[in-house]
């Protein structure tokens, strides 16, 4: 498999997606999702260019930091347990994660004690699945209004995983609905609030994602081929 051959078609759809949308390539991220990749294969995408790297476990993602350049920015994109929270602030560009003001709460007392601020965006479980993290669309303006009172915290905007299906388009409405929270959002003007970013879009629905206002897709597979979960 060839990172470079890879890599190069994720831009290359990721442009057409933003051209067919009338947006400028530079309103989105790409964040490459790295979780189970080897540091190697980091270091091989790192060098086409990227700079944004996505993980979904603190362990791992404290490893790959140790070792990788330094002006990569991290994103914690998978679940965080409170008792985590420690080893990561001060450490991440953006915490997509945050689905409770529990862990809201941690984050902001680990980034005082750091004297840091914490860029976060709020997870909204927008197709209600039982299976997922993230707080659901009829809450996530009060977690908010909570959480904005939290003087280490940013909060940047919303993050959704939409559901997994075979056809993109199953998913428009998702991020329609999604786009529209953020907006609804934003009129509300609350203090240490913006809804800049939307982080939404995975390797099965990226372009649909753009086409509906993302302006942050997390691609694992389509960049670093198939996950093994298997392997040690
Ligand atoms: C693994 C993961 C991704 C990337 O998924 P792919 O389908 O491999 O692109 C994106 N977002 C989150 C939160 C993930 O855990």
Redesign the pocket.
């Known amino acids: 498999m060839d990172l470079k051959t890879n890599f190069e078609q994720v831009e290359e759809n990721i442009r057409k997606a933003c051209e067919k949308a009338g947006r400028d390539r530079s309103e989105v991220t790409l964040i490459s999702?790295s979780?189970t990749k080897p540091v190697e294969m980091l270091k091989t995408v790192y060098d086409l260019g990227p700079r944004d790297f996505?993980e979904?476990k603190v362990q791992e993602m404290c490893e790959k930091i140790e070792v990788l350049p330094k002006d990569i920015r991290w994103h914690m994109?998978?679940h965080l347990q409170t008792n985590k929270v420690k080893y990561i602030v001060g450490k991440t560009e953006l915490i997509?994660?945050v689905d409770s003001i529990h862990l809201a709460k941690e984050i902001e007392k680990q980034a005082a004690k750091q004297n840091v601020t914490v860029n976060v965006l709020i997870e909204v479980n927008i197709a209600e699945e039982e299976s997922k993290f993230g707080i659901h669309k009829e809450e996530t303006l009060s977690l908010i209004r909570e959480a904005a009172a939290l003087p280490h915290i940013r909060i940047k905007g919303l993050m959704t995983?939409a559901p997994f299906v075979e056809n993109p388009e199953d998913n428009r409405t998702y991020f329609k609905q999604i786009r529209q929270l953020s907006v609804d959002i934003k009129a509300q003007n609350i203090d240490n609030v913006s809804m800049d970013i939307l982080s939404m879009g995975?390797?099965?629905d990226y372009m649909v994602a753009i086409e509906e206002g993302a302006t942050m897709v997390?691609?694992?597979?389509?960049i670093f081929g198939e996950?093994n979960y298997n392997k040690q």
Request: hydrophobic letters at 30%.
């Open positions: 999702v979780k996505g979904n994109i998978g997509h994660s995983i995975m390797t099965g997390r691609v694992g597979t389509g996950r």
